[in-house]
């Protein structure tokens, strides 16, 4: 049993990390200002003898200490993210996503926990390679797009973490997640798999945005977790840099397709120029395919379910949730 800390513990990936750590018997104390995570995503484990809440936030160092006091993992999710959000406020991108990290990193030398961060494929930026290691290069556009901002906090993050790693022997795995997706996750914040299968259920049309061509790799969040889990218990990972993610691509014109042919093959697809989506100095990745190899190499285990059988659990739990929202 170990005492974890988990911020972001209500968002849609650190709710099924959390879940998952009470499972294994673990206690956990879930930090979170709930501003893009939900009290329902931890819905049933309110009264979990082992489960401390606390409604704060990161960019309050009072909390942090706090929150973290005693405890021997931190597993640090919170962020702002998402494309949409990000693009609408880069302010609060910086300020959420650099220096509360830098105080976390501190806090973990000073009380001795192992650190998981959680970063994301956005370092990469637009690369041009076909699937990217951990090695490539990072390819941002121009600070006139605030998309990148995401991108550049998180590998400001990365670069922490590592100097605290080499410098003081922080014990911290890095891993970059790759279009994690499953029940729980909302299209509010531009995350396209929930859009479509809620505009599907909805009648459509399906938005894909600009020609559809553009590809990403899907992952189930439980394999994703079960991957952070896995890496945080193997000794070759401290210090590493890890892509995590499903290495199957997909273009969005096909993943519409696809959320069409299991809702409702009578929905259409609307192609809508990027400008119309995200404003004038909006840019696109075209391509987002990760190499993992080091994941499967270190940990023996890569995320492997087909996309089929990932839209399929993310319908019926739509389903489920409209039920219940319906009663
Ligand atoms: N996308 C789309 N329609 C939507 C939302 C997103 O066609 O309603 C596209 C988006 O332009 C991108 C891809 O789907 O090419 C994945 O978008 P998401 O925001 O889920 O993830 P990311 O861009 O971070 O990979």
Redesign the pocket.
């Known amino acids: 049993m170990a005492r974890c800390v988990v911020t972001g513990g209500a968002g849609f990936i650190g709710s099924h990390l959390t879940e998952r750590l009470l499972r294994d018997g673990h206690q956990v104390t879930v930090l979170d200002n709930l501003s893009t995570g939900r009290r329902e995503n931890l819905r049933g484990l309110e009264s979990h003898p082992h489960l401390r809440f606390v409604n704060g936030s990161i960019t309050d160092p009072l909390a942090l200490s706090e929150a973290v006091q005693g405890s021997e993992v931190i597993y640090h999710l919170a962020a702002a993210v998402?494309?949409?959000l990000v693009a609408e406020d880069p302010v609060r991108t910086i300020e959420t996503n650099i220096y509360p990290t830098e105080n976390l990193l501190r806090l973990a030398v000073q009380g001795g926990q192992r650190f998981y961060l959680a970063s994301t494929?956005?370092v990469y930026g637009k690369n041009p390679k076909a699937e990217w290691n951990e090695d490539d290069d990072l390819q941002f556009g121009p600070t006139s797009r605030p998309r990148w901002a995401y991108g550049c906090s998180k590998a400001i993050d990365e670069f922490l973490a590592r100097a605290y790693h080499r410098k003081y022997g922080l014990p911290v795995v890095i891993g970059r997640f790759f279009?994690v997706v499953g029940p729980r996750q909302v299209?509010n914040y531009?995350?396209?798999?929930p859009?479509?299968v809620d505009q599907a259920l909805k009648g459509g049309p399906l938005?894909?945005?600009?020609d559809?061509s553009?590809v990403?790799c899907f992952a189930h969040v439980q394999e994703v977790v079960d991957c952070v889990i896995r890496l945080m218990h193997t000794e070759a990972a401290l210090g590493g840099i890890f892509n995590i993610g499903s290495d199957q691509p997909v273009s969005?014109r096909q993943l519409a397709e696809e959320v069409i042919r299991r809702v409702d093959p009578a929905v259409r697809i609307d192609l809508?120029p990027?400008q119309q989506?995200y404003g004038d100095d909006f840019e696109?990745?075209s391509r987002?395919v990760p190499d993992v190899s080091r994941l499967e190499r270190v940990i023996g285990q890569k995320p492997r379910m087909p996309l089929g059988e990932l839209l399929d659990d993310i319908i019926r739990a739509k389903r489920l949730n409209a039920g219940h929202a319906a009663n």
């Open positions: 998402g494309v949409k494929s956005e279009n299209g531009g995350m396209v798999i859009r479509f938005t894909v945005y600009d559809g553009q990403r969005m809508i990027y989506a696109d990745v987002r």
